[in-house]
């Protein structure tokens, strides 16, 4: 176990609804993020926040979105959904300095999204 | 662009077989690198990383991965397998002091006892 958790596990939702899942970091780190892992794929980099702030993003549309909250726990949005955002979302904390660089980041064990 | 692929999409083994996994990265810079497992049912791990230093690491579960420069390779090694090895496998990069992952597709081990 790493000591992130995220929820729901699972959630089916149709196209065009909105979806909120949520990550509780690693205690003690300050940095969250949110993967996307179709089937048979490697997880792409949605984006990561920082303090806060984002980070750093992959290539996702606007209707991909994120928050941080000041416990460093997170939160992605994904709105008007289509079939292809159907994947597990894997979210990851870690501890990052100012200086920047990589720091090791630990997985949760995923929210599979399923849209109908 | 930055990527990283994986040679072996799905591999079969029987116990006690050596196993090696493939993973080539396209950055001529600094870059760390990363293999991570994914066991049947369970969140991703790390098995072993490579900042700097020593190209041969030792990771868990007697994994080793040699660092290449030259063939900008990251192979995953293991002397001898075992059915627990059974899982996902996931090479990922990292490029200098960026803190995104690059990710390759994956490779599946089914290791038969």
């Known amino acids: 176990e790493t000591g992130v958790t995220q929820s729901p596990t699972h959630l089916i939702k149709t196209r065009g609804q909105q979806v909120t899942l949520r990550c509780s970091s690693q205690?003690?780190?300050?940095?969250v993020s949110w993967y996307q892992q179709a089937l048979g794929q490697g997880p792409q980099f949605i984006f990561q926040?920082?303090?806060?702030?984002?980070?750093g993003r992959g290539n996702f549309p606007p209707r991909f979105s994120g928050l941080q909250f000041p416990n460093y726990s997170s939160e992605l949005n994904v709105n008007a959904l289509e079939l292809d955002d159907s994947a597990l979302y894997l979210c990851?904390?870690?501890?990052?300095?100012?200086?920047?660089?990589?720091?090791?980041?630990?997985f949760g064990p995923g929210t599979r999204l399923t849209v109908l | 662009a930055q990527s990283v692929s994986q040679h072996n999409h799905h591999v079969i083994l029987s116990e006690a077989a050596s196993l090696e996994l493939g993973c080539n990265y396209s950055y001529g810079g600094t870059v760390n690198l990363f293999w991570y497992v994914q066991y049947p049912g369970q969140h991703l791990q790390l098995l072993l990383k490579?900042?700097?230093?020593d190209p041969l690491v030792k990771g868990i579960k007697g994994f080793e991965a040699e660092f290449i420069k030259s063939k900008f390779s990251f192979n995953l090694r293991k002397p001898s397998v075992q059915w627990s090895d059974t899982a996902e496998y996931f090479c990922?990069?990292?490029?200098?002091?960026?803190?995104?992952?690059?990710w390759g597709l994956g490779t599946s081990l089914a290791v038969n006892p």
């Open positions: 205690s003690g780190h300050n940095t």
């Open positions: 926040y920082y303090r806060e702030e984002e980070n």
């Open positions: 990851a904390s870690s501890l990052a300095g100012l200086a920047g660089g990589y720091n090791e980041q630990f």
């Open positions: 490579y900042f700097s230093g």
């Open positions: 990922a990069a990292n490029a200098g002091n960026n803190r995104k992952l690059i």
